[in-house]
């Protein structure tokens, strides 16, 4: 038996633990990828800055092209994985 849940709510995993003690609990993948997109922006986010104090305007330039094609990368090399 499988339980998917929102990882928001933590007091239904213990809920679902004590009703169904034999079922897997798992996170439903909009959450989880929700949290993911979210770091993953922050970090864009820490490298453009970064990039935005290199003094060469050209490697400055590539740095910040590069970082912009990371956006929707994971979507289009399969990261979401397969439904469930």
């Given amino acids: 038996m499988l339980a998917r849940i929102s990882i928001y709510n933590s ?7 004590e009703m169904m ?5 798992v996170a439903d993948r909009f959450h ?6 979210e770091e993953l922006d922050k970090e864009r ?3 453009k800055k970064a990039a935005g104090k290199i003094e060469s ?4 330039e590539e740095k910040l092209e590069a970082i912009n094609k990371t ?6 090399n ?3 994985g397969t439904s469930v």
């Fill in 21 to 25: 003690p034999n079922a897997t609990v």
């Fill in 45 to 47: 986010r820490k490298e």
């Fill in 32 to 37: 989880v990828m929700k949290i993911v997109n």
């Fill in 78 to 80: 399969g990261f979401y």
């Fill in 11 to 17: 007091y239904r995993i213990a809920i679902v633990e």
């Fill in 57 to 60: 305007k050209a490697e400055r």
């Fill in 71 to 76: 956006k929707y990368i994971s979507a289009s």
